[in-house]
C-alpha cells in the first residue's frame, strides 16, 4: 500500500515528528509513506532519511505527483487547497483529513469546505482536539489516534551513551529547564521570559535552555527581549538542534535534576511532552485540555494555573528542589509514554483504519 502525507509546513514540529515515527512504522506493516509539502520551515532533515518527499508550491506538479504515483489512499493535513488538487488530479481513492489546529479560527478553512471530495474519517490528535473539530462538521467519524514515539529511539540514556561534548554543554552545578518549540504568540515565550526573571531574582542554581525557533515568526523579537531583560547568563538559546539530537538533550536535562517548561497556550496535542517523558524528564505546563490527557499532575511533572507566572515557578521549584520526587516523576513519565505513547500502541490504530479504508491492502504484498 502506497500513501501521500500533504500539509503545507514543512515545520521542525510535532505533526511532522509524529509522522516520521508512523511512516517508519507503517513500512514494517507494509505501507509506503510519501509527504507532499508546499513551504519549507527548516523541518526536511526529519522527514528525508525516513521517506520521499516533495516540495513544491506548482499546482500543476502536484497534480502530476498525485496522478503519476497511483495512491491506495492519501491523507491531507490542515490543507484546505489540497482537496482542490485531488479533484484536479481525478483521483478516486480514498481521502483522510488530520486536524491539527488547536484554534478554532485558523482550522475552519481547513474544514470548510472539501470541494466534493468526500473523506472517509477524520483523525484528530487528542479528545480535546476531537470536541473542537465537531463544533465545524458532524457528519464524518472522527477518530482520535494520539501521536506516538519511536521508544527505541527516544529514551533514558543511560550515563556513557551521553556525548558531554555535544551542544548544549551541561554547566556544573546548575539544574536545567528546557523549553521546546518555536518562538511564537501560541508557544508563548512571552510567559518564559518571566517566569526566566523572577527565577533568576531568587537562585543562582537554575539554567534555561531554549531549544528551536531559528526559522520562527517572533525569532528577532525574542532576541531583543531576552537581551533587554539582562536574561543571556540564565538563559541559553540553541536556534538549531536537529530532532535526532534531542534524546541528548534530554538526557542532560534529567541528569541535571531539572524538567521542561511549556508555556504554550495552546495544543491539540504536544510531542515535547512526551518526548521529554519518555526520556524521564518531568513536564511542568499549564493545567489545561489536552495537557491533562499527557500530564498527570503531581505524578509525571507539575501543571500550574493558567498563565500564572507565580504558580509555575512554584511548580517547578518543587521539581527542582526535591530530587526524589524527580527521580519517582522520571520513572513514572517513562511508563506512562511506553503504556500509551509508544508508537507500535498508537500506530496499530492508524494500520488498522487504512487497512479499513484501502480494501485490506495494507500490509497484504
Not at 73 to 99: M, R
Not at 181 to 193: A, H, T
Not at 231 to 252: C, E, N, R, S
Request: proline share 4%.
Amino acid at each position: 500500500m502506497k500513501v501521500l502525507v500533504i500539509w503545507r509546513l514543512l515545520t521542525v514540529g510535532g505533526v511532522n515528528a509524529g509522522w516520521r515515527n508512523r511512516s517508519i512504522y507503517f513500512k514494517k506493516h507494509g505501507i509506503d509513506t510519501e509527504f507532499l509539502y508546499t513551504t519549507d520551515h527548516g523541518g526536511l532533515h526529519i522527514m528525508e532519511d525516513v521517506a520521499p518527499v516533495y516540495l513544491t508550491k506548482d499546482e500543476l506538479e502536484i497534480i502530476k505527483i498525485i496522478k503519476d504515483n497511483h495512491y491506495d489512499a492519501i491523507i491531507v493535513v490542515d490543507t484546505g487547497a489540497a482537496f482542490k488538487w485531488l479533484k484536479k488530479a481525478n483521483y478516486q481513492g480514498p481521502v483522510l483529513v488530520e486536524a491539527r489546529t488547536p484554534e478554532l479560527i485558523k482550522l475552519k478553512p481547513h474544514l470548510k469546505s472539501f470541494r466534493g471530495i468526500n473523506p472517509k474519517a477524520i483523525i484528530v490528535p487528542s479528545q480535546y482536539q476531537k470536541r473542537l473539530v465537531s463544533i465545524l462538521t458532524d457528519e464524518i467519524p472522527i477518530h482520535v489516534i494520539y501521536n506516538g514515539i519511536d521508544t527505541s529511539y527516544y529514551r533514558a540514556l543511560n550515563d556513557e551513551e551521553i556525548n558531554y561534548d555535544s551542544q548544549p554543554v551541561l554547566p556544573n552545578g546548575k539544574k536545567i529547564i528546557g523549553w521546546i518549540g518555536r518562538l511564537d504568540k501560541r508557544k508563548n515565550w512571552q510567559m518564559l521570559i518571566e517566569v526566566a526573571k523572577l527565577i533568576k531574582g531568587q537562585r543562582d542554581d537554575v539554567e534555561f535552555w531554549v531549544i528551536g525557533g531559528a526559522q520562527s515568526v517572533q525569532r528577532e523579537e525574542f532576541r531583543a527581549k531576552w537581551e533587554e531583560e539582562n536574561l543571556t547568563d540564565i538563559v541559553k538559546w540553541f536556534p538549531v538542534i536537529p530532532y535526532q539530537q534531542m534524546p541528548q538533550v534530554y538526557a542532560k536535562i534529567r541528569q541535571s535534576g531539572g524538567c521542561t517548561l511549556a508555556t504554550t497556550k495552546t495544543e491539540s496535542f504536544g510531542n515535547t511532552f512526551i518526548e521529554s517523558m519518555v526520556c524521564g524528564v518531568p513536564v511542568v505546563s499549564s493545567k489545561m485540555a489536552p495537557v491533562t490527557e499527557l500530564v498527570i499532575h503531581g505524578e509525571h511533572g507539575m501543571l500550574f494555573r493558567g498563565q500564572n507566572v507565580e504558580d509555575a515557578v512554584n511548580q517547578l521549584s518543587g521539581i527542582l528542589d526535591n530530587p526524589s520526587l524527580h527521580q519517582q516523576m522520571s520513572k513514572a513519565a517513562i511508563a506512562r509514554v511506553h503504556e500509551k505513547f509508544a508508537i507500535e500502541v498508537v500506530a496499530e490504530q492508524y494500520v488498522d483504519l487504512l487497512k479499513k479504508i484501502g480494501g485490506g491492502r495494507a500490509g497484504n504484498d
